[in-house]
């Protein structure tokens, strides 16, 4: 092609489709790059958190390689322990992820979880509203949702286990103190103790969380099953609130 004033234009060939680009892979990355054989090579701790989120993601987006997913979640979900407050369905609606990749991570921070209760097989104990707090707070006081935990104790306050029973606002019902029981029960428990959060991020217990704790020690002396404590947690360090410190709910 000939330009008016006599020079040679050399034109690009267009592309096929120029609305089409492919999702990259780990694999396709220059090998130095690749999260996966720097972890290989010098271990996890060498990783920086976006290359091992990127290697349970496995692949990028249409848009985005691997990589620029994982940064950008850790940036829209406010670091790590945004990313790992989030619920499922959350992280199925955020692009470049879907539900697999979604259950994915969800089911790797579970497992840190329970990394972290077994303590290195050394035996949690639960003696006091800091022993919950310790326990819970760095995940709960991010939750944007009200979710109810509670943690199943042997005799000794040795930690069984501990379960979310649901999500919403805590309010006093003979189902939701039922259930409460129900999982107790079924897990063999001798103690309980019970944790909510306030994402308002005020910890002060609400008429509704001093009823709802009344009905449960009455129901756990019926149970022969004791109620330690229901502290609720708010946002940041030293706001949580014990109601059995302050004697609501435990008269």
């Known amino acids: 092609m000939r330009h008016p004033l006599g020079m040679t234009l050399i034109e690009s060939p ?3 489709n120029p609305t089409q680009t492919s999702a990259f892979r780990i694999a396709e990355m220059p090998e130095a790059e690749r999260p996966r054989e720097r972890l290989l090579r010098l271990g996890s701790g060498a990783l920086k958190t976006d290359e091992l989120l990127a290697i349970l993601l496995r692949t990028g987006s249409a848009r985005e390689d691997v990589m620029t997913v994982a940064q950008r979640l850790l940036v829209e979900r406010g670091g790590l322990r945004g ?3 989030s619920d499922l369905a959350t992280l199925a609606e955020m692009h470049g992820l879907g539900p697999a990749k979604a259950t994915t991570i969800a089911a790797a921070f579970e497992l840190g979880r329970r990394a972290a209760l077994e303590s290195g097989g050394v035996q949690v104990l639960v003696n006091q509203p800091t022993d919950i707090v310790r326990l819970l707070q760095p995940e709960m006081e991010l939750l944007q949702q009200e979710e109810l935990r509670l943690l199943i104790l042997d005799t000794k306050h040795h930690l ?3 379960t979310m029973l649901y999500r919403g606002t805590v309010a006093a019902s003979p189902g939701r103190v039922a259930e409460v029981f129900r999982e107790a029960v079924r897990r063999g428990a001798a103690k ?3 944790a909510h959060n306030h994402p308002s991020g005020d910890p002060s ?6 009823e709802f704790t009344r009905q449960l020690v009455e129901a ?3 149970m022969d099953v004791e109620v330690i404590d229901h502290v609720v947690i708010g946002h940041g360090p030293g706001r ?3 109601l059995k410190g302050r004697g609501l709910g435990f008269e």
């Open 14 to 16: 267009a592309p096929s």
């Open 83 to 85: 990313l790992a407050s």
């Open 160 to 162: 069984i286990a501990t």
């Open 192 to 194: 309980v103790a019970l």
């Open 205 to 210: 217990p609400s008429a509704a969380d001093i």
């Open 220 to 222: 756990g002396r019926l």
């Open 240 to 242: 949580w609130v014990s």
